[in-house]
């Protein structure tokens, strides 16, 4: 049966004409009275009213199970599909935001590194800076010009005068520029220095010649402590307070207490004379062996035809 209320007003239900045996009104339906043999039927039913043919097609109750199964299956075909489609479309959703979440992660980790870097570069540069200032010229250094600057900072210190230290050696500076024409003895803080183009020449011990006068240095410094006999080239000079006495003449006894001998040595412009000879010394006369008193020699001898007792090699007249 199908419906005439799907199709028609109520009030134009009773003016319809049938020209189908096969088809006959029962209230407001349509009723089939034979089943066609094929899945689809079409009657047609005149409307005298509305004065137009309606197509209206049958479907049997196989072919309405079958057309219901066809369209559940459609409809359920179509539910799997969207389902599917919408299951899809939420994994490619999903998916999509695990690759927006991935790549905002692997972004954040390029921005972290880049930050990273960035931290290392700089903390590189900043040690970079810090090496450079603090591997620029300190102290002594040779310039282009071949002179010898003090340095702070890189930069030359005019401020400096003192003495400054250079691979092992220490030299006199003075307004930031090495003094190297700075000879002999040098006085600073007190204490005098010997010096040769401006270095302390700390592996020196001896005498050396400052201002026309001669001097005992103990390795650089001028050693006023030194008193007594001192060896230099080969002779033997007598020093006192550090200073070489050159206008000392005759006996000098070398005190044990000043780390002598307790020898009389015969001494003339402060140097031992190597003599063997009777010497004068205080308005007395002396005997002489190799420039040291005969301590030890007593007797008579003649001098200048005058006869001498000698005791403890001091002649005495007879």
Request: with cysteine; aromatic share 12%; charged share 20%.
């Amino acid at each position: 049966m199908i419906s005439l209320t799907e199709l028609f007003d109520e009030d134009e239900i009773g003016n319809i004409v049938l020209d189908n045996s096969n088809v006959s009104i029962s209230g407001n339906y349509f009723v089939l009275t034979e089943q066609p043999e094929t899945i689809r039927y079409t009657y047609i039913i005149q409307n005298v009213y509305m004065g137009v043919t309606l197509e209206l097609g049958y479907i049997s109750s196989e072919t309405e199970a079958q057309t219901e199964t066809e369209t559940e299956t459609e409809a359920q075909t179509e539910a799997e599909t969207e389902t599917e489609t919408e299951t899809q479309t939420e994994a490619e959703t999903e998916t999509e935001a695990q690759t927006e979440k991935q790549t905002e992660a692997a972004s954040q980790t390029e921005k972290q590194t880049e930050s990273g870097t960035q931290t290392e570069s700089q903390a590189e540069t900043e040690n970079q800076t810090e090496t450079s200032v603090a591997t620029g010229l300190q102290g002594l250094a040779i310039n282009e010009e071949g002179v010898w600057n003090y340095y702070t900072d890189d930069q030359v210190d005019t401020s400096y005068s003192g003495i400054a230290e250079y691979n092992g050696g220490r030299f006199f500076v003075a307004n930031g520029i090495l003094c190297s024409d700075a000879n002999g003895l040098n006085l600073y803080e007190d204490k005098w220095y010997f010096l040769a183009n401006g270095q302390i020449q700390e592996d020196y011990t001896g005498l050396a010649l400052y201002d026309g006068e001669w001097f005992y240095i103990t390795e650089g410094v001028l050693d006023i402590e030194m008193n007594g006999l001192v060896l230099y080239d080969e002779h033997y000079f007598l020093v006192a307070a550090g200073r070489l006495l050159t206008d000392y003449n005759g006996l000098w006894l070398n005190s044990s207490t000043i780390g002598g001998d307790d020898k009389w040595y015969f001494i003339a412009a402060g140097m031992v004379q190597n003599v063997s000879q009777i010497v004068e010394y205080g308005g007395e006369f002396f005997i002489v062996e190799n420039g040291v008193l005969a301590s030890e020699y007593n007797g008579i001898i003649e001098y200048d035809g005058v006869e001498f007792i000698v005791v403890n090699g001091q002649l005495y007249e007879s």
